[in-house]
């Protein structure tokens, strides 16, 4: 137990109050005065330059008592006080604080909070003043050691020099075989998968029963989890832009998110939720002293942690957890920690899962546990498995280790593939457990072994993945199964463990899968956003395309003037992803929008994409200032695309040069021009919105006039 630690501060309005403050820190955990969470915890070491602060009051906060003058305050040792952007979080009860510039490397940061925040209960929050520490800045010698450390650490996954590596000539993609068929769950399988030999190339795979085809990607860059996730959307880790791309039903990237406060995001697990809340893990770098736990360890130990993040539809960190917060390094009980200079991957998180409850399920394959963590607080709820293990294990001695893919089930069991490294001999299970919370045991209702192929055990040393389906049915991906000839990949059995599905990769390249789901999908998929465009743009009429969706047998368009309140609707069948609008009127700003419609009674619709504007020509740019000189430039302003008129003669050639106000060229254009050739479109979809001047040479006309590209 710690000392009462008392803290003086001050605050300047028109009068200087000191205010006394009493943090209490506990064995058990910690108290903040009316403050539920608080991140960085304070005392904390090791933080990032980039860090943004965390406070929750844990009641609804009324947002204008945050406007308060001096109400915060962030002061680094060597920094000096540092501005920062306030945000109330879409919870209404965490509040962020944002420094407009990163703290200094090794200095130590003291925010002070003033007595003033207020709730919508009619109360005021205590003040209060804690500190957290910024890591050292890293020498050339050190950087290179983090590099090959998140090299080593990704090892397990996948070779450390996949990234740089070329993709040979002749690698051929795998081919599958369905070795089983008989009554699987219904839905269609996904998996990606890699190489287990250059692991640079694979594919991301939506498969049916019998093997066939629903959508199939060849990967020229490394990915991990091709997953169907809770917002109903696709998500994948990409390796080369370091985080999780988010796509639609129709394959096409929406978005990518990666880790807040300057961490790398982890590629193990991402879940995003329909309301746009999201939970990823984020791996830390940081040398420790480990021989504060035992003289024989490691002074200068390189060690990894984890990090969980909260972040809200605005991708706000609203909740972090830190594994060196909360976990000692010596609980890796697989790890010699004694070497001179040690990378030390300690928890190795592999496995998030939001509760019933609203909390977080971990698995740290390194501990061999299972934690459950507080979402609200921060704090441990119970840990399950490794050293600090709280459960007794009913009908498994064995328990697990160096698991994976540990989910809740609706009747509140876990699941988890028990990779079983440590076994004797080496087997890998999928493996369900009740948790009776009051008694504190655990006990093992049913699992699941691979009976031998040949002589060979189904082991798996690492990755691996267990779905248990709607009809009772489990989904099991067997991972890095390297050792064995003729072994599965997948295996689906029923409640008596007979094997009603499986298949198996049928090529030399040892090909491994992250995980593996079956999901009832035929999605009714909206026309991406991303691939709305409008062209063939005149002072009445209008070219709307879009892209093909998903199930899609037709497609209703909507389109409105904007600012108006009533739609125009028409159609247009699915073999054709476009509609020309005719009738409109000039100079005039549309909007619209396109929905696919999958069934041919109409009952089953999309919804509308996001809105895509533009804005018809008007006819007096057919007879404008410049038609003296015979050409004519239109619409004004423009979005995607303009047009030059031939008024009074026609060239042979046109060139036109867009210059932004600075004088640089951005786009220039040379073009033939037809015998008889009035109108001539150019595509500025790739030009910035701004100001530019466009200068058109045509024969022995030329003229310079002044866009606005919107």
Request: aromatic share 12%; charged share 20%; proline share 4%.
């Amino acid at each position: 137990m710690f000392a009462f630690i008392p803290h003086l501060y001050s605050h300047f309005m028109k009068n200087i109050f000191t205010v006394l403050i009493t943090c209490i820190l506990t064995v058990s955990g910690k108290a903040y005065p009316q403050f539920q969470f608080i991140a960085p915890q304070p005392g904390s070491l090791y933080h990032n330059p980039e860090r943004t602060i965390v406070i929750r009051d844990g009641r609804p906060i009324v947002e204008s008592s945050l406007h308060c003058k001096n109400l915060f305050t962030i002061r680094g040792s060597s920094s000096g006080n540092h501005e920062f952007e306030t945000v109330l979080a879409n919870d209404k009860k965490t509040i962020i604080l944002k420094p407009k510039v990163s703290f200094a490397f090794g200095e130590k940061v003291t925010v002070t909070i003033s007595p003033g925040i207020q709730t919508t209960d009619g109360r005021k929050a205590d003040g209060y003043l804690f500190d957290f520490s910024i890591h050292p800045e890293y020498t050339a010698k050190q950087q290179k050691e983090i590099s090959d450390a998140r090299c080593k650490s990704m090892a397990e996954e996948r070779p450390c020099n996949f990234l740089s590596a070329d993709i040979p000539d002749n690698k051929i993609m795998p081919d599958l075989t369905i070795l089983t068929n008989t009554n699987p769950a219904p839905g269609d399988v996904f998996f990606d998968n890699y190489s287990g030999i250059d692991a640079k190339t694979g594919k991301n795979w939506i498969i049916r029963s019998n093997g066939d085809s629903v959508f199939e990607k060849e990967n020229h860059s490394a990915v991990n989890d091709f997953n169907l996730n809770h917002n109903g959307y696709i998500t994948m880790f990409n390796y080369y832009d370091g985080g999780f791309d988010v796509m639609d039903s129709s394959y096409h990237r929406i978005g990518t998110y990666h880790a807040a406060n300057g961490y790398q995001t982890d590629e193990h697990d991402f879940q995003i939720f329909k309301n746009g809340t999201m939970f990823l893990i984020a791996d830390d770098y940081q040398y420790v002293d480990l021989s504060v736990y035992d003289s024989s360890y490691s002074s200068n130990a390189l060690v990894k942690q984890n990090i969980v993040q909260e972040l809200d539809l605005d991708s706000n960190v609203i909740f972090e957890w830190r594994s060196l917060d909360h976990i000692e390094v010596p609980e890796a009980l697989h790890i010699n920690l004694s070497s001179f200079f040690l990378f030390v991957d300690y928890v190795h998180a592999n496995a998030i899962e939001k509760a019933a409850d609203g909390n977080i399920l971990l698995s740290c394959r390194h501990l061999d546990q299972v934690n459950k963590i507080d979402v609200t607080t921060g704090q441990f709820i119970w840990r399950l498995g490794g050293v600090k293990n709280e459960f007794s294990f009913i009908n498994d001695s064995d328990q697990f280790n160096y698991q994976h893919d540990i989910r809740e089930l609706p009747n509140g069991h876990l699941t988890l593939f028990d990779n079983g490294n440590y076994h004797i001999p080496h087997i890998s299970y999928a493996k369900e457990y009740e948790l009776d919370t009051e008694k504190m045991e655990a006990t093992l209702v049913w699992n699941y072994q691979h009976p031998k192929i040949d002589t060979n055990f189904v082991a798996s040393s690492f990755m691996g993945s267990v779905q248990r389906l709607s009809n009772g049915n489990t989904f099991i991906n067997w991972g890095g199964i390297i050792y064995g000839e003729n072994l599965p990949n997948i295996t689906e059995v029923d409640t008596g463990k007979n094997i009603v599905w499986e298949m198996r990769f049928t090529d030399p390249y040892y090909e491994l899968i992250y995980r593996a789901h079956r999901y009832e999908w035929d999605p009714c998929a909206r026309p991406s956003v991303k691939l709305l465009r409008t062209t063939d743009i005149t002072s009445t009429s209008a070219k709307l395309n879009w892209s093909f969706a998903t199930g899609a047998k037709k497609y209703t368009i909507q389109y409105r003037i904007a600012g108006k309140m009533d739609w125009q609707k028409t159609n247009a069948m699915g073999s054709l992803t476009y509609k020309t609008l005719k009738n409109l009127l000039p100079a005039t700003n549309y909007e619209w929008q396109v929905a696919s419609v999958c069934d041919i009674g109409g009952n089953t619709k999309s919804g509308f994409s996001l809105l895509k504007k533009f804005t018809t020509s008007s006819e007096k740019d057919f007879i404008n200032a410049h038609a003296a000189s015979g050409i004519s430039i239109f619409p004004n302003p423009a979005t995607s695309q303009l047009y030059v008129r031939f008024n009074l003669t026609f060239p042979t050639s046109v060139q036109v040069r867009f210059f932004n106000i600075l004088g640089e060229e951005k786009l220039l254009l040379k073009q033939s021009i037809e015998s008889d050739q009035q109108l001539i479109p150019i595509s500025i979809q790739q030009l910035p919105s701004g100001i530019y001047f466009v200068e058109c040479i045509a024969g022995s006309e030329k003229i310079v006039q002044q866009i606005e590209v919107q």
